[in-house]
């Protein structure tokens, strides 16, 4: 599966997680936004940009997802986060088949964030639950 329908996989779901709780949502025309939909909710329009996730990592089991975009999509050198230009992510764990929505300020500039399903068993507590992010716990 090429990276085209990855994103376009991630982006129905998105965008079914939305219309289920009756949130209307538009999707901007042509590849050139900074964003993959704006969802009308909390007063106002939120842009969201939607992120397929697969990389999971086995040894303490979470997953990385990527928060930043790529200029030249043949290196992969010049990535850019979306710190100014979103209000949201949405992410889709595919190997938990999981879709999460994180305010932008949990994120900032950071190239890469990183989800558990579970609490470690040190007890950290920086980590990133998924639980913490599903989209009826973000939306009210």
């Known amino acids: 599966m090429n990276s085209k329908e990855k994103g376009n996989i991630g982006e129905g779901l998105a965008l079914a997680e939305f219309i289920k709780r009756g949130i209307q949502v538009s999707i901007p025309f042509g590849d050139n936004a900074r964003y993959d939909l704006i969802a009308e909710f909390n007063g106002k329009l939120n842009k969201i940009q939607v992120k397929y996730c697969n990389q999971q990592i086995s040894e303490n089991n979470s997953i990385i997802c990527p928060c930043a975009s790529s200029l030249n999509h043949t290196t992969n050198k010049n990535r850019t986060t979306y710190e100014n230009d979103i209000d949201y992510f949405v ?14 300020e949990k994120i900032g500039t950071k190239k890469s964030i ?6 470690p068993k040190n007890n950290q507590g920086n980590c990133n639950l998924v639980s913490d992010y599903e989209f009826d716990k973000i939306l009210n």
């Open 91 to 104: 992410f889709y764990l595919v190997e938990w088949d999981k879709i999460i929505l994180v305010p932008i």
């Open 114 to 119: 990183v989800f558990r399903l579970d609490k």
